[in-house]
């Protein structure tokens, strides 16, 4: 018996569906060891001594491998054909070792395929190697570098920006240049400028439109016309002219089509044209890797989809060109078939490209196999795989002058006529810019010299925009250009951030949070070069010369820890003052706004002498004055413009309270709007009340502001007891209280309203563990192959699948409405494997209904013999 070991269960099942009893195909289930998340994994001292611990979560699978080797004369780690997938095989079998779950006897094989089919895996046995060490190595050298620039920085961090979460090598680059481009937009002034434009009629009855480029012999720029009274006068100019059809330039151009995807590709062009986050992409594209059920066996529909490569294999161009030419005719096959090179000089492994499996698949056929963003996916990389492949589109690009009678005023017409469309047929790609191209119009038929009737003419206003946010595609193309990160990275990345909340993505586009920005500015005047674009890519390549055994990986971390050591030792001189004084200036653009009047930005606007400063506090940082303690005039970061301009005002006076005689006061404070009761006696603090989360300071008034400074309010005797139950806003939010027993309300509002019956009930629910009964949103119908009822939920904290007593979670990328038996089925089973529950999963009925099931079938043999 042979042991196999992947890193997914439904690769494993598939797997030895190919390879035969012969062979136990087991799954770990991704990663198995990794470094403790303390202090001291990584000993720098010790020649960068790596301490690696099994993870619980991994402890049953290791012992399932451990118990399969004990009695195997091979075995043969497949985990994914990447540097990651190198080191995972690695640390199973190191983890094997110290187990001493490996006999001398047992015969240890790597083997990679780049596809999860029968062909592509029978093949890959018949050629097994030794783990290769130099991919494992730039893999520890990579975990390295991540774990001592986090486990250094984030403590200075921690120190000099408290509320600062932690800093990652890569994320806080890829953060810089979210950053950065928002100061540039921030910084932007826009210019006026004006275009003409003019619609005139031929002979036959056909509009032109065109835009004017030349006035009295000078070629006009963009912004050459600045106001609207140049742009009037020109207009009438040319409402008085008379036109005709001056030069026609046409020139022949031929378009290429674009190579097929790699990983970064994939997830930009996902991004354009089907709303896809890059983890979303990674998940669906995973999905369609390991394997979908089709006519009852599991076939993986595309190629590994982590790989930096453009090639592609010979058999599948060869497969890729007999299904152009079957599908859209001869005319469409190119004469030579196109090979692609990689262009990044740091392409990780030589892989293929993403590709479909079997061309002859068509996304058409495989459409009632899939759910519906599998199939939009598939759609997706199988069009875009055959379009590299296809003949060239040819394009005719046509330019027409159109001077008035003495030649002072001269539009342009311009328009393209796809003579023959080749690969454009097939697959075009998406566009970040969606702006207008005059180009691609298409022109009438037109004579030179040939009389024009000029129909409207058009000036317009235009400003000058600033750069746009970045998208997920437009960032990950970024990262891609500047060799920063790795096709297996880019959506951890952008999770990452968006988890630390240092950006929000709005509108499908990122903008940094105060966080962010304070964070970013503290590693750009502190650590500049290690958030350097230049110094990140080089490292980048470093990696790349350890899997090529051109470096040693200890010689690269000896010598990037020795300055970056030296860089940290050097903050613990500075002094908070010299840290804000820095970020004042970093980001004077975001913290002081230009003000209309012309003043100071920085004046306190409440006392008018101190000025504005960056202010760091346990929760983060915030603007105060300098005239503290005597103003107390604060702003939080953050918050649209109109909050912003709101705290500028400083504190509001709402009223009197009618129970004490004293004024209330609206104030914003350091970690937000909160209401005060008078000033309070000498030596003592007033009375102060935070506004509830989702409730803005525009929205209080008065009467609001007298029942929320007056909470914590009595709301009646528990029936029980005869204790008094209190109900108030605390730190985690609404609640009612009973002798020190908190139970949440999940409304600010109810806490106004709460009666003695509710909070009795909300109180025992918390004492009991009880839970709001799940929102039931549809049944799937019976288990296939267990029986028992599979459910959709919507839960406390989502939506899930349910059968007997396990309870799966649906992926947030996943609509719960339109998951299948097939996808509900495969979560039950990954969620039983990880619980470890096996066949105890399910209800009394269920497991009786198995174990008849399981009886049957063993007794069928018995029958057949007889």
């Not at 075009?428 to 037109?446: C, M």
């Not at 909300?762 to 459910?791: D, F, I, N, T, Y």
Request: charged share 30%; hydrophobic share 35%; net charge neutral.
């Amino acid at each position: 018996m042979d042991v196999v070991v992947v890193e997914s269960p439904a690769k494993a099942k598939t797997i030895n569906k190919y390879l035969g009893s012969n062979y136990k195909v087991l799954a770990s289930f991704g990663h198995v060891r990794d470094l403790p998340s303390k202090d001291g994994s990584v000993l720098p001292e010790e020649d960068f001594s790596m301490t690696y611990q099994a993870d619980p979560k991994s402890a049953k699978h290791l012992k399932a491998i451990a118990d399969a080797v004990k009695d195997a004369d091979r075995l043969v780690l497949a985990t994914d054909p990447d540097r990651e997938g190198e080191a995972i095989s690695w640390h199973v079998l190191e983890a094997l070792k110290s187990r001493r779950a490996l006999k001398k006897s047992v015969e240890v094989e790597r083997v990679v395929f780049n596809e999860i089919t029968k062909g592509a895996i029978t093949e890959a046995m018949k050629h097994p190697r030794a783990i290769d060490m130099d991919l494992v190595n730039a893999q520890q050298a990579r975990r390295a570098l991540d774990y001592l620039v986090g486990f250094t920085l984030s403590p200075v961090l921690w120190r000099k920006l408290p509320g600062a979460r932690s800093a990652g090598r890569v994320q806080s680059v890829a953060l810089r240049l979210i950053v950065e481009r928002e100061l540039d937009i921030e910084k932007f002034r826009p210019q006026e400028y004006w275009s003409i434009k003019a619609v005139f009629r031929t002979a036959a009855g056909e509009d032109v439109t065109a835009r004017l480029t030349q006035v009295d012999g000078r070629k006009l720029d963009r912004l050459d016309i600045k106001t609207e009274a140049e742009a009037m006068e020109l207009a009438r100019r040319a409402e008085a002219g008379s036109f005709t059809v001056g030069e026609i330039e046409t020139r022949q151009t031929s378009r290429r089509p674009w190579p097929p995807f790699i990983t970064s590709t994939l997830q930009m062009e996902a991004s354009r044209k089907l709303g896809f986050s890059a983890r979303q992409t990674m998940q669906v594209a995973q999905k369609l890797y390991e394997g979908v059920d089709i006519g009852g066996e599991t076939i993986g529909l595309i190629t590994y989809m982590r790989t930096d490569g453009v090639q592609l294999a010979s058999e599948a161009i060869d497969a890729i060109r007999a299904t152009i030419g079957e599908e859209y005719g001869r005319p469409y096959v190119p004469s030579k078939p196109r090979h692609w090179a990689t262009k990044a000089k740091n392409a990780q492994e030589a892989h293929e490209a993403i590709r479909p499996t079997d061309v002859t698949r068509t996304p058409e056929q495989m459409k009632r196999y899939l759910s519906a963003e599998q199939s939009r996916l598939y759609e997706l990389i199988w069009k875009r795989t055959v379009a590299s492949q296809m003949a060239d589109a040819r394009l005719a690009q046509t330019g027409v002058d159109i001077p008035d009678a003495d030649g002072g005023i001269v539009f342009r017409a311009t328009g393209t006529v796809v003579e023959f469309p080749g690969f454009l047929k097939v697959y075009e790609e998406g566009r970040d810019d969606t702006s207008d191209d005059d180009d691609d119009r298409r022109l009438p038929k037109l004579t030179e010299g040939e009389n024009l009737d000029r129909r409207e003419v058009q000036p317009d206003q235009h400003f000058t925009q600033p750069p746009p946010r970045y998208t997920e595609a437009t960032l990950v193309k970024k990262l891609e250009e500047l060799g920063i990160g790795r096709p297996s990275t880019y959506a951890s990345i952008l999770s990452v951030l968006q988890d630390r909340d240092y950006v929000t993505l709005e509108k499908k586009r990122f903008v940094p949070q105060d966080k962010g920005r304070v964070v970013t500015a503290f590693l750009i005047n502190f650590f500049s070069r290690y958030v350097e674009y230049d110094f990140t890519a080089s490292l980048e390549e470093e990696l790349d010369d350890i899997s090529a055994a051109k470096e040693d990986w200890k010689e690269v971390l000896r010598r990037f820890w020795k300055d970056f050591s030296a860089a940290v030792d050097e903050t613990k001189e500075l002094r908070i003052g010299e840290v804000l004084e820095a970020l004042n200036d970093f980001l004077a653009p975001s913290l002081f706004p230009e003000r209309e009047d012309g003043s100071d930005p920085r004046l306190c606007p409440n006392c008018s002498e101190g000025r504005l400063s960056l202010k760091l506090g346990k929760f983060g940082a915030f603007l105060g004055c300098s005239n503290y303690p005597d103003c107390r005039f604060t702003r939080r970061l953050g918050g649209d413009d109109d909050q912003k301009k709101a705290e500028m005002e400083g504190d509001r006076e709402m009223g009197v309270d009618p129970a004490t005689g004293e004024t209330i006061w609206l104030k914003i404070g350091p970690y937000g709007p909160y209401l005060q009761l008078g000033e309070g006696a000498p030596g003592e603090k007033p009375k102060r009340v935070s506004l509830p989360k989702g409730l803005e300071p525009n929205d209080v008034d008065l009467e609001l502001a007298i029942r929320l400074i007056t909470l914590p309010r009595h709301v009646g005797e528990h029936p029980e007891t005869g204790s008094p139950i209190t109900a108030g806003i605390g730190r985690y939010g609404p609640f009612v209280e009973h002798e020190k027993k908190y139970a949440n309300l999940p409304d600010w509002r109810e806490v106004l309203d709460v009666g003695i019956n509710r909070a009795v009930t909300v109180l025992a629910e918390k004492k009991s563990g009880g839970r709001a009964q799940p929102k039931a949103l549809k049944s799937l119908g019976e288990h296939p192959e267990e029986g028992g009822e599979v459910q959709v939920l919507d839960g406390r904290y989502g939506p899930y699948v349910k059968h007997g007593k396990v309870n799966a979670t649906i992926p947030k990328d996943v609509d719960p409405q339109s998951i299948t038996m097939d996808e509900a089925v495969r979560l039950i089973a990954e969620r039983a494997a990880k619980a470890g529950k096996g066949k105890k999963n399910t209800n009394s009925k269920t497991a009786a209904k198995g174990a008849a099931k399981t009886s049957t079938k063993k007794a069928q043999p018995k029958s057949k013999a007889k």
